[in-house]
């Protein structure tokens, strides 16, 4: 069973900070990795969507990487501001039986003061 | 193009009561997800649909959820007799199908059972 851990589980730093989050996983077996973002009370944001195949993806001030190989994928996100305030999900998508398991992680949760 | 659909975005009910959950993917996405999120946790998967299939319902508890996807489109999420534990939020996400794309979540509907 895929298992998806992110570290660290909650950050707080002051703004313009660059910022490091992680995802590891636990079966390479997958199809892709999605990173979203989940602001209170309120529902999933797609950030970026790394196919097994690439190694990164860009937009704007964020950048994740993957490595498939090592179980592991990180986001980072350039001169932090307080709107990046918010919990960040990475989603796995693997495979079970030659279906789409999509497994999430438990989220970190930022806060970016000014 | 219009994102997930998902009603009512909050819902306050007594233990034994039913309660529905209503979502309506984006259009071309034959892919439906349930997930339920407790505080402080990800996403775990109810169901998934693949057009009007239910595949991937392991994690749900049949005595007492159900859910259905007529035609392939809306789907709707049920819970009776609803307990306390039931309490998080319920969020809908679809996809188009096959393995490389990625999800679009809807907001959610927090479900408070009192």
């Known amino acids: 069973k895929q298992e998806v851990t992110q570290i660290p589980a909650a950050l707080s730093v002051p703004e313009g900070e660059n910022l490091v989050l992680n995802c590891s996983f636990t079966?390479?077996?997958?199809?892709?990795l999605q990173w979203f973002r989940q602001d209170p009370g309120k529902g999933l944001t797609s950030l970026l969507l790394?196919?097994?195949?690439?190694r990164e993806q860009t937009s704007g001030r964020l950048n994740a990487s993957l490595d498939k190989s090592s179980g592991r994928s990180t986001l980072y996100i350039a001169a932090s501001q307080p709107g990046d305030s918010a919990t960040y999900l990475c989603?796995?998508?693997?495979?079970?039986?030659?279906?789409?398991?999509?497994?999430f992680g438990r989220g970190t949760s930022l806060i970016v003061h000014p | 193009e219009a994102g997930v659909v998902q009603s009512p975005r909050y819902k306050i009910i007594e233990k034994k009561q039913p309660v529905a959950f209503w979502c309506n993917p984006i259009?071309?996405?034959?892919?439906l997800y349930w997930y339920r999120q407790n505080l402080g946790q990800g996403p775990e998967l109810l169901i998934r649909?693949?057009?009007?299939?239910?595949?991937?319902d392991s994690q749900l508890p049949k005595d007492r959820f159900s859910a259905e996807r007529l035609k392939g489109v809306d789907s709707t999420l049920k819970i009776q007799p609803a307990e306390l534990g039931d309490s998080a939020v319920y969020l809908c996400a679809s996809s188009r199908q096959g393995a490389n794309y990625g999800y679009t979540f809807g907001s959610g509907t927090r479900l408070t059972v009192v």
């Open positions: 079966d390479s077996a997958i199809y892709n």
């Open positions: 790394i196919q097994s195949s690439q």
């Open positions: 989603a796995v998508r693997g495979t079970s039986g030659g279906s789409y398991i999509p497994t």
């Open positions: 649909y693949e057009n009007e299939e239910a595949v991937d």
């Open positions: 259009s071309g996405h034959n892919t």
